[in-house]
């Protein structure tokens, strides 16, 4: 029996099932899922600004919270879990055999992929979870869980390097996100040419906005990791939720986080662009 024919069969196989119908619509509902979620913080963060929310986290876990209290809550809470699960299988394909495009079968790209793949598996799952009754899966605090981490890091040895090591990486990738958004680095995975100009416009000005918008907010977050390091403080570090009630510390006082809320909103609709236009 030859066995590199049974192999390459193999691999041929599953690279049409990458390629499939299935991983594209699954593709696309992750970015209406991944839109939904950035459109929400938005929202939250704009409630923030205006009346203060204390009860409210403007992050994924209350997002989740959001969504629950609304009517069918449970039953958009499985479908959200369940287009995000089909996002981390697409970024799998893309790690197993990489991304459309010319250069989409570089080493880097598919290492990013595999990490993307991971990380929507988790909020896939934690998301799933809430749904189906573990009401402190998907909902509980990104600034709770940050400390708690921070912390337990820290007391490693060598830890305030890798939580200074961490927070320089964030800080690096929150940069980068918003220079291929400034840059309209985008426009290499989009299809651009189906669009009407009026489309292209509203894409660009969400792609550039809200892309630029949510890399600011990774490189605040990263910074703040960075200054919890450096001064061996776990409470200085902060998830989602506090890193946008941080820039209401600042002279502009709440009209900045109102900025940043518009902002991640627009990443939303650039997000809900992307489930129609991207290459997948």
Not at 148 to 155: E, I, P, Y
Not at 201 to 211: C, I, L, N
Request: zero cysteines; aromatic letters at 10%; proline letters at 2%.
């Amino acid at each position: 029996m030859n066995t590199n024919v049974l192999s390459t069969g193999g691999r041929g196989t599953a690279r049409r099932a990458a390629n499939s119908t299935a991983v594209a619509a699954g593709a696309r509902a992750g970015f209406v899922a991944r839109g939904v979620i950035y459109l929400l913080v938005g929202v939250l963060a704009l409630r923030i600004a205006f009346s203060g929310s204390g009860g409210q986290q403007a992050d994924r876990g209350g997002v989740v919270a959001e969504i629950a209290g609304q009517p069918f809550g449970v039953v958009l809470l499985w479908a959200l879990g369940v287009a995000l699960a089909g996002m981390a299988l697409w970024r799998l394909s893309e790690a197993l055999f990489g991304q459309a495009g010319p250069d989409g079968d570089k080493p880097g790209k598919r290492a990013m992929a595999a990490g993307r793949s991971l990380f929507y598996g988790f909020v896939s799952y934690s998301v799933l979870s809430y749904a189906a009754g573990g009401q402190g899966s998907g909902s509980g605090s990104s600034d709770r869980q940050t400390d708690d981490v921070t912390a337990k890091a820290l007391q490693w040895t060598g830890g305030q390097w890798i939580v200074g090591i961490v927070g320089a990486a964030v800080v690096g990738a929150g940069l980068w996100i918003a220079f291929r958004a400034v840059t309209r680095a985008y426009h290499k995975h989009l299809k651009m040419s189906e669009m009407t100009k009026r489309v292209r416009r509203a894409v660009d000005f969400t792609g550039v906005f809200g892309g630029g918008v949510r890399g600011i907010v990774f490189a605040t977050a990263g910074g703040f990791a960075i200054a919890a390091a450096v001064r061996h403080e776990p409470g200085r570090a902060k998830g989602m939720d506090d890193t946008l009630r941080s820039f209401t510390d600042t002279p502009a006082g709440p009209w900045l986080l109102v900025l940043v809320a518009l902002g991640l909103g627009a990443f939303g609709v650039f997000s809900w662009a992307n489930a129609r236009w991207r290459k997948v």
